[in-house]
């Protein structure tokens, strides 16, 4: 399953929390696709994922936002 | 008649009711306008004072006031909860079914921290937020701790930003007061890549912190509390051993806004971040604590939503065209024992900037708990405007 979290417009800790609020439900498996304006998110993110042991699969440069594509790994183990 | 009727009468609602009093008096003495708030409470409590409480022992009482006592003369004040708002029909239900009408609507009821949110945390933590009585719970307990680990465990969304990080340099403070800070192990959890949201705050209190032996855990999640093994287990893969928890709960928006299903399932309102408007509703406001704006909640934005919506009720209701956007300002101030504060201060725009720690800025935060209740009553504001500017950009 896909979820996409939509943290364009919010300043840290937004977009981490956004993403923690939909990881809680996500299944192992799953991806998230984070949507972010703040520049600050991409280390932010791949900080949380580094610990928590899920997968930073993609960040992109979008046409005035970053996309951020994490798939759910630690869950289920 | 016109009606604006305010749902709350906390901080943001008290701010509001007295600013809108001000500015349409001349309606009110004539009857072409009331001002109606509705507000269950029996007091006002001043939140920050819960601070105070929870770790130095201060007297609950001082900290709060009857709710009619805060209202300029010719605001109405009905004091029960309201338990319906209808934002397509425009009304507000109330005392068990009375309904009444409104021309303008503010939704101002706040949050509230939820520890049942996370299984196990109710049972196992204490915490400052909910209420003075439980703040005062923890200056109890912490008066007779003797050794061992306290833990200060984030959870978010919560109110006040800056309330884990004092709480976490008072709870030093009064172990070095009462001569156990040897016994004692410090440890702050917090769900935020640093130790403050804000990178330029972190580098001011991370320091501070390492130099009086407070451990951090970063990007802590709690997943769940063991009670009887004494664990928090954080969504990360950590656990944390505690002798005492002081949770800084999850925070949900109110029961009223989630029954009237106007805030989805967690209660915050949907709201425009400038216009304060409630999202496809042009005669509804949302502030404070309340709505869904990525902005901390906090009493400094429920007062400066307040005066920016207050503005715009008053410009809607004269027909003037202007159209106040609030700019997102905070200016929250953030104590770090030993008589020093710093102040959080950033807009929409402007990130918080690095700053020293003073005991000029630690004065100014005891100055303001006094100074509080005046506040509430606008006759600041001309100070506020002239030192700060106004907190609306006007299109």
Redesign the interface.
């Known amino acids: 399953m896909r979820h996409v979290v939509d943290a364009r417009g919010s300043f840290c800790p937004g977009p981490i929390t956004e993403l923690v609020k939909v990881y809680r439900k996500a299944q192992a498996g799953d991806q998230i696709e984070l949507l972010v304006t703040d520049p600050a998110a991409k280390s932010d993110v791949a900080a949380w994922a580094s610990k928590s042991k899920n997968e930073l699969v993609e960040v992109k440069e979008e046409q005035g936002y970053i996309r951020i594509l994490i798939r759910v790994t630690s869950k289920g183990r | 008649m016109i009606r604006i009727a305010i749902i709350g009468a906390g901080t943001g609602g008290t701010i509001l009711a007295n600013a809108l009093s001000r500015g349409l008096s001349d309606e009110l003495r004539t009857g072409r306008a009331e001002i109606v708030v509705f507000e269950g409470s029996e007091s006002h409590v001043y939140q920050p004072g819960n601070i105070d409480i929870a770790f130095r022992g201060s007297d609950p009482r001082v900290y709060r006031r009857p709710p009619a006592k805060l209202l300029r003369r010719g605001v109405k004040l009905v004091e029960k909860p309201a338990s319906l708002i209808d934002l397509n029909n425009r009304t507000v239900t109330y005392n068990g079914g009375e309904k009444m009408s409104y021309t303008y609507l503010v939704v101002a009821t706040g949050s509230v921290a939820a520890p049942e949110i996370i299984p196990g945390l109710a049972e196992a933590s204490l915490n400052f937020h909910r209420s003075q009585e439980d703040a005062r719970k923890i200056w109890e307990e912490l008066s007779t701790f003797k050794r061992g680990r306290i833990v200060v465990l984030t959870n978010?969304?919560h109110k006040c930003p800056p309330s884990p990080v004092e709480a976490v340099f008072l709870i030093d403070e009064m172990a070095r007061k009462r001569g156990i800070r040897r016994e004692v192990e410090i440890v702050y959890a917090t769900?935020?890549?640093r130790a403050y949201?804000?990178?330029a705050i972190a580098d001011v209190v991370e320091p501070e912190m390492e130099k009086r032996g407070i451990t951090t855990y970063t990007?802590f999640?709690t997943d769940y509390v063991d009670p009887r093994a004494k664990k928090v287990y954080s969504?990360?893969?950590e656990e944390l051993a505690y002798d005492l928890l002081i949770a800084i709960p999850p925070h949900r928006g109110a029961e009223l806004v989630i029954n009237s299903g106007i805030g989805g399932e967690e209660g915050w309102i949907p709201t425009d971040k400038h216009t304060l408007k409630i999202k496809n509703h042009d005669d509804a406001y949302a502030i404070g604590d309340a709505t869904d704006i990525?902005i901390s909640k906090s009493g400094v934005v429920a007062h400066l939503e307040a005066i920016t919506a207050a503005e715009s009720i008053t410009s809607q209701i004269y027909g003037t065209g202007k159209v106040y956007l609030f700019n997102g300002r905070i200016n929250c101030p953030l104590e770090m024992g030993g008589h020093r504060a710093v102040f959080v201060s950033g807009t929409y725009t402007r990130?918080p900037e690095r700053q020293r720690p003073s005991i000029t800025k630690y004065l100014m935060k005891r100055v303001f708990n006094r100074l509080y209740w005046t506040m509430l009553s606008g006759k600041l504001e001309p100070i506020f405007n002239t030192y700060l500017g106004p907190p609306y950009d006007i299109r």
């Open positions: 978010l969304p769900p935020y890549t949201p804000a990178h990007l999640n969504l990360e893969g990525p990130e």
